[in-house]
């Protein structure tokens, strides 16, 4: 659907003409990580590079077009706000400070070099539509009343991940264990949380204390993030439970690669 709703998009502004597409991938749509938008950016890139007959990745249009994603991605799911657009636009890992008015304002690339050592990325839940269960969130956020918190729960989460991430420091786990806990309290009480893997894995031997898990999306079984010393044995409980569940572990790493592409012979 993402697919064909960036290709209409796409010929409503330039008539695409009769072509042929065929599309290639190893993404489930249920994995929850940004599949829909890997989708719309990777096709409106390729199509641009197509039609125009481009040669080279331009990094500022590359912005442009990624700004084009965003807006698709808010006509077509009610909301959005663009991290997904531009993480996989930038790759690796990023800080952003919106700016709604001149989108998407400052982003800065960080190092993300110890990130596989402190995550891994579990994929294969129920998945949902990011429109669906992202409008049920947000209105159970108003309706609680309890939205500013969860903000401010979640910066101290980014910040505790962040210095995790920079001092590469198995000391400061707990803290990141606690930061995360204190996030999930609220959101935990949300619509299509995903109790059944909370009941699972909080019974294990040291959960949130020197491991924790984490969901990713609005809370619904999307991606989760196992987050412990993955070069101890520390998280193979928490594997070994989610495999069972039928999860599997994206094995491929982290990088900054980004939104790219490439002329084959194909074309």
Known sequence: EP??????????EQPLGDISLRVRSEIDVKSGFGSSTAVRLAALLALDAFIQERLAVDPQLAEEQARQVWRLQERQQLFASGYDVLTQLKGGLIEWHPDYS???GPVVQLPHENLGRWIQVWIGGSGAPTGVLGEKVRSWLQRTQIEDELLQRSERLVDALRQLNLANDPGLLPNLAQANREHRQILAQAPSYPQALLAALEVLPAFDESWTFKTTGAGGEDAVLLIGDTSTHS???AGAVLSAAGWQRLTRGFDARGANWQRGSDY
Do not use: F, R
């Open 3 to 12: 697919l064909l709703q960036t290709l209409s998009a796409y010929d409503n």
């Open 102 to 104: 001149s989108w998407p």
């Open 235 to 237: 998280l193979d409980a």
